[in-house]
């Protein structure tokens, strides 16, 4: 009897596991937030050098039309006296020199980081680059909360992840200068991951195989409802200072975890703590209607099973110790950072789309919902099937983008939110597959370094979009090869779908390659 058997006793999916999903889908939505939040606050508008126009110095007048700029941040930033005439101004210089300061339109936005920072032409980069660091900075919270979670539990390093966020969230709203911002938003970062990787994780592990998948897609819809929240809280809070502090002071709001969140009774049971566990388990029968007397026969069946186990401490060296995990490893480990690449490089860079920022972000997250919802029809006949055709969906509308030509701009916008749908109905999946494909005793440190690597991607899409300049073919070509690539290793993982998690590597390692012949089960 494995642990999952003793959650059929429990109930799989009662009112127990339904209340614990309520508290981990909440910060889903404050996640959203702070993931995609530089759409907004990191917006360059419409500018123009001060010292273009006839009197070196003097503001832009009211009546100058910076729509003639926009889309054409190019024009900004060359010799202005070559567009003088066009434009209807005096001459001028550089924009990697302009003396006179920076104009901006404030038709968009009242205030961004690039608005404060003059982050624009000559100092554009710096504003990809803080993006890539905040990226980075989940890339290092997966590797420091994914081991410290194994060894503390998930329930404490969510709690101080959430902490962490709004405290240093609210930090970022009053940042003096742009290096200060970028460190604030590095720690954030960390804590987003803490938050994503251990929440998912502490639901799975309550959640009985045939719900498990459900679970995991609701958490998802969270992160969907955020997304499209923050284009309507972008739109009335126009400055960005302000909208950093309204996505982040809610946050604090989160210290009534401190005595709601239950611990992980399944990583108990894998620590060798069986009574606190055990006590869980009875509270959860408890609220389920299911209660538990002292059935002395289960408890004894799971202590004999764990006494034929070594007994030892996992490390991730055992992702890859053996055969069959390591396969499976490195497989994941890769769809982890393809799925996030291509995410955050289609997400974060709806501006160059040319639509309304806002109704463009909106449209993005609405997308969102029936991408999750179709998988909600195909987990449950294959995981396997499900992550290699949205992989392959999400990949080959990237790559046809670039071969629409620029003035059917429309078409490709449609492709791309196609390549958008893809990508996020495998990102989904990839979260639930994962989880099912580590065993228990090091299930913490597969998602982990899966998060890890996710995030590598999500601190190259950023840089990524720099290859424009040397081919505006370049970012969706490598979009669109890299999902396919994924799409193909897949083949080589086993089915998932509706079995019971392994607990041990000997379960991975024992078990039966006939069983994923097929991809519908």
Same mark, same amino acid.
């Given at each position: 009897?494995n642990?999952?058997?003793?959650? %059929? ?15 981990? %889908? ?5 996640l ?27 503001p ?8 003639? &700029? $926009? ?5 900004s930033?060359?010799?202005?006296l ?6 209807g ?10 003396q ?27 504003n990809?680059?803080?993006?890539s660091?905040? #990226? ?9 909360f ?9 329930r ?5 992840? !959430?902490?962490?966020?709004? *405290?240093?969230?609210?930090?970022? =709203? ?19 991951s803490?938050?994503i990787?251990?929440a998912?994780?502490?639901? /799975?592990?309550?959640?009985?195989s045939?719900? +498990?998948? !459900?679970?995991?897609i609701?958490?998802?819809y969270?992160?969907? *409802? ?9 739109? &009335?809070? +126009? ?9 982040? =002071?809610?946050?604090?709001?989160f ?7 239950p ?9 060798? +703590? ?5 006590? !869980? ?17 289960i %408890? ?17 060296i055992?992702?890859? +110790? ?26 974060l ?5 040319g639509?309304? *920022?806002?109704?463009?972000?909106? *449209? ?5 919902m029936?991408?999750r /919802? ?5 987990l449950?006949?294959s995981?396997?099937? $499900?992550?290699l055709?949205?992989?392959a969906?999400g ?13 059917l ?5 449609? &492709? ?5 749908f893809?990508?996020? =109905?495998?990102?989904?999946?990839i ?6 494909v ?13 998060? #890890?690597?996710?995030?590598?991607g999500?601190?190259? =899409? ?8 040397i ?12 999902p ?7 083949? &080589? ?6 079995k019971?998690?392994p ?5 991975v390692?024992?078990s ?6 097929s991809?519908?089960?």
């Amino acid at each position: 009897m494995n642990f999952d058997e003793i959650l %059929c006793l429990v109930g799989g999916f009662g009112k127990f596991q339904k209340i614990l999903y309520i508290w981990i %889908c909440l910060p889903q939505i404050f996640l959203a937030f702070h993931m995609l939040a530089s759409v907004f606050t990191g917006a360059v508008p419409p500018h123009l050098c001060r010292s273009t126009w006839p009197s070196a110095g003097a503001p832009a007048s009211p009546d100058f039309n910076f729509s003639l &700029l $926009s889309g054409q941040p190019e024009l900004s930033c060359r010799d202005q006296l070559n567009h003088s005439s066009a434009l209807g101004l005096g001459s001028g210089h550089r924009a990697g020199s302009c003396q006179g300061g920076w104009e901006y339109s404030k038709e968009t936005f009242h205030s961004t980081i690039a608005t404060e920072w003059d982050l624009v032409c000559g100092s554009s980069s710096l504003n990809n680059i803080s993006s890539s660091i905040y #990226m980075f900075g989940l890339l290092v919270g997966a590797v420091v909360f994914g081991s410290l979670a194994d060894k503390y539990g998930r329930r404490p390093i969510i709690l101080i992840s !959430l902490a962490i966020q709004a *405290i240093f969230g609210v930090g970022a =709203a009053f940042a003096p200068n742009f290096y200060i911002y970028i460190l604030l938003r590095f720690v954030v970062g960390t804590s987003i991951s803490g938050v994503i990787m251990n929440a998912f994780v502490l639901g /799975t592990e309550w959640t009985g195989s045939k719900q +498990r998948m !459900l679970a995991g897609i609701i958490t998802d819809y969270f992160f969907g *409802i955020g997304y499209i929240l923050l284009a309507g809280l972008a739109y &009335l809070i +126009r400055d960005w200072r302000k909208l950093q502090l309204a996505i982040s =002071a809610p946050g604090f709001l989160f210290i009534f975890y401190i005595w709601v969140l239950p611990k992980s009774a399944r990583w108990l049971m894998a620590n060798d +703590r069986k009574e606190e566990a055990w006590e !869980l388990i009875r509270k959860a029968a408890l609220v389920n209607g299911n209660p538990l007397h002292e059935d002395l026969e289960i %408890c004894q069946a799971y202590k004999s099973k764990e006494k034929t186990e070594e007994k030892r401490k996992h490390t991730v060296i055992d992702l890859v +110790r053996t055969p069959k995990m390591r396969k499976q490893s490195l497989i994941v480990f890769y769809l982890w950072f393809v799925n996030v690449l291509v995410y955050y490089g289609l997400s974060l860079n709806i501006s160059d789309f040319g639509m309304n *920022i806002y109704l463009t972000q909106m *449209i993005f997250g609405l997308v969102e919902m029936p991408a999750r /919802t179709i998988t909600l029809f195909t987990l449950n006949r294959s995981r396997k099937f $499900s992550q290699l055709a949205f992989l392959a969906v999400g990949g080959l509308a990237c790559l046809l983008t670039i071969f629409i030509p620029n003035d059917l701009s429309v078409i490709r916008t449609v &492709l791309a939110m196609v390549g958008k749908f893809g990508i996020t =109905a495998s990102l989904s999946i990839i979260y639930v597959y994962s989880a099912e494909v580590f065993p228990t005793v090091i299930r913490q440190n597969g998602i982990g370094i899966g998060s #890890m690597c996710a995030r590598a991607g999500g601190v190259l =899409a950023p840089i990524i979009f720099l290859l424009g300049g040397i081919s505006k073919q370049a970012p969706m070509v490598l979009f669109g090869l890299c999902p396919l690539l994924g799409s193909a290793l897949t083949l &080589l993982l086993p089915e998932t779908a509706n079995k019971p998690l392994p607990d041990t590597i000997e379960d991975v390692e024992e078990s039966d390659p006939s069983s994923d012949s097929s991809l519908f089960k």
